[in-house]
Each structure stands twice: as structure tokens, then as C-alpha cells.
């Protein structure tokens, strides 16, 4: 149904900034909550973002929270995730994940995943 292609990871100083993107192949793209999930070595993968299908709502987790911002735009078939003021902390593979549940996104049990891009964030 949907395959989904990260990129734009790197390496970034701190309190820089970011935008990462996920390219959808799929046909029914814009029908699809999107996301995105972080996972660092030794940690448990952690929920950063998602957005509905139509754009109108967002969520985004307690650690990001005023420095991360989903968008899409389906016209594109691609999802965006601009991070600012990045912190040592944010550094991680970021993976993007799609479904047709928004609920089911933000509780990380979604049917499509991306490959996953690295981000790394110096001191």
C-alpha cells in the first residue's frame, strides 16, 4: 500500500536546526495519518510527531515539543518533520511511520515504516 523513503539526517551542532523528510510511493498516500518515532542506542523507541491525513491535527511528544514541527503535503506525497533548537538528546535514528489511524500512530503499532535516517547532534 504505502512505502516510505527518509532522508535529510546529518549531523547538526546543538541549538541548530533540521528538516527531515519521508517520500511516499503509495497510491493512497493522502489518506494516511503520518508520523514519526525516534530511537537512540540502549533506548526504547519513542514517539516524536504525527498528523492526519488531511493536515488539520497534530500531536507531538512531551520532548519535543515546541522545537519539532510535522507538516505535509500531500500534492508531494511527502511528510516533513522541521526540528529546531536541537539538543545532544534528539540524536537518533528517525524513522517515519504511516497508517490509517491517527490513535494507532501516536501508540506506535503502525502498519508502514521507513527505513530510517540518522540524526546526530554535537555539544
Known amino acids: 500500500q504505502v512505502q516510505l523513503a527518509e532522508s535529510g539526517g546529518g549531523l547538526v551542532q546543538a541549538g541548530g536546526s533540521l528538516r527531515l523528510s519521508c517520500a511516499s510511493s503509495g497510491r493512497t498516500f493522502n489518506r494516511y495519518a503520518m508520523g514519526w518515532f525516534r530511537q537512540a542506542p540502549g533506548k526504547e523507541r519513542e514517539f516524536v510527531a504525527v498528523?492526519?491525513?488531511?493536515?488539520?491535527?497534530?500531536y507531538y511528544g512531551d520532548s519535543v515539543k515546541g522545537r519539532f514541527t510535522i507538516s505535509r503535503d500531500n500534492a508531494k506525497n511527502t511528510v516533513y518533520l522541521q526540528m529546531n533548537s536541537l539538543k545532544p538528546e534528539d540524536t537518533a535514528v528517525y524513522y517515519c511511520?504511516?497508517?490509517?489511524?491517527?490513535?494507532?500512530?501516536?501508540?506506535?503499532?503502525?502498519?508502514?515504516w521507513g527505513q530510517g535516517t540518522q540524526v546526530t547532534v554535537s555539544s
Open positions: 498528523i492526519s491525513w488531511t493536515g488539520g491535527r497534530t
Open positions: 511511520a504511516a497508517d490509517d489511524s491517527y490513535n494507532t500512530i501516536i501508540a506506535g503499532t503502525c502498519d508502514y
